[in-house]
């Protein structure tokens, strides 16, 4: 049977005649066939973008963060790339450097944004979260705060992805920046996804008084989202190498110990929150994530090259598109769905107008 997903959303989307999952050995356990769709035109927003990372929407106005260290602005049918005033500035290296952007609530009036960057910080790699505003000319932004600082870093594993919350905290996923041994101590903020205020604060009612710590034993998530009751999910990268795969889908509860680095995919122990949906040894490498309003969740696959839906009250993932490659970033907005291609990140075959913003109409 089909996976139950926004059904109006189900019948935008659509087919290009290239094959899913180049780059795989085989499907992971579990993901279901994509079901037939006619072909129809597929809407390129913006091309040629250089390593984008992130989808964000003010009304009918998108940005798109890259990891450089600027911002596309599409509005108006007018592309704009915005510098990002940052001090330290971005710091490009490996899968580091510009990466997570929220639009505040109050956007539209205060045009204050927070991102999560890396930076060099001696001979080390570092990632920090900022408050960041646009001026007035819609031309470029500035730094105007500080929210977190000395966040682990490293060439990879750096996490990124920072969300407000249906309780209005923000949410940070961090990796485990090559030191798997942080993701369980819960003094470390490495390999975790936080919780604070939008101005920095331990939130008093966090799973561990006085720590920004949410949920812990996290390799490297890339992709968080809530479902309409407000159930937290998160998208987590497996190990590389041999064994390799077991990419996860997590539902996300309070204080929980997912388990990295202590067991990986099925495998469970005392006191640990196994996976609802793992990929055995093969990998989809799945980022970002986005929440339909019938419950499921689109994932942004990387090494997959594909749009999958996963359903958390079957434990089913199934394709839904291929195509693009790479895919970083997936977004439902006003009934449209965008995915953001990232074959410009050093491990993707590029042709020449990548990367694209698509919308699936």
Not at 54 to 69: A, C, K, N, P
Not at 222 to 235: F, N
Not at 310 to 333: L, N, Q
């Amino acid at each position: 049977m089909p996976l139950s997903w926004n059904r109006k959303a189900a019948a935008l989307l659509l087919m290009l005649p290239i094959a899913a999952c180049s780059g795989q050995t085989g499907a992971p356990p579990g993901l279901l066939p994509a079901e037939e769709k006619p072909a129809q035109a597929l809407q390129v927003l913006a091309d040629n973008l250089d390593t984008p990372w992130e989808i964000q929407f003010d009304g009918d106005t998108v940005y798109l963060t890259l990891r450089g260290g600027s911002i596309v602005k599409l509005a108006d049918g007018r592309q704009t790339l915005q510098p990002v005033a940052l001090n330290p500035g971005v710091l490009e290296e490996g899968e580091g450097g510009l990466l997570g952007l929220a639009l505040a609530p109050d956007f539209a009036d205060s045009r204050a944004a927070y991102v999560y960057h890396t930076y060099g910080k001696g001979d080390e790699m570092r990632n920090r979260v900022i408050r960041i505003e646009e001026e007035p000319s819609g031309e470029s932004w500035t730094e105007t705060a500080t929210v977190l600082d000395d966040i682990p870093g490293a060439r990879v594993h750096d996490g990124g992805r920072i969300a407000f919350g249906p309780d209005g905290m923000l949410y940070v996923t961090t990796g485990d920046a090559q030191d798997d041994s942080s993701a369980q101590d819960t003094e470390s903020v490495a390999g975790k996804i936080l919780r604070m205020t939008p101005e920095g604060e331990v939130p008093s009612d966090n799973p561990i008084e006085g720590s920004y710590v949410y949920s812990y034993g996290h390799r490297n998530s890339q992709g968080i989202d809530w479902l309409e009751d407000g159930t937290m999910y998160a998208s987590e990268h497996g190990p590389s190498g041999s064994p390799g795969g077991h990419d996860e889908m997590n539902e996300i509860k309070p204080g929980a110990n997912y388990g990295w680095p202590d067991v990986i995919g099925g495998e469970t122990g005392d006191g640990l929150t196994p996976p609802l949906y793992h990929t055995g040894e093969d990998a989809l490498a799945p980022s970002g994530i986005a929440a339909t309003l019938d419950g499921t969740l689109l994932v942004a696959n990387l090494r997959g090259e594909s749009l999958t839906e996963f359903d958390p009250a079957t434990g089913e993932m199934r394709e839904v598109w291929s195509g693009g490659g790479r895919i970083r970033d997936a977004a439902i907005h006003e009934g449209k769905i965008y995915i953001l291609t990232n074959n410009t990140d050093g491990r993707g075959s590029p042709q020449g107008d990548d990367d694209k913003l698509l919308i699936l109409q």
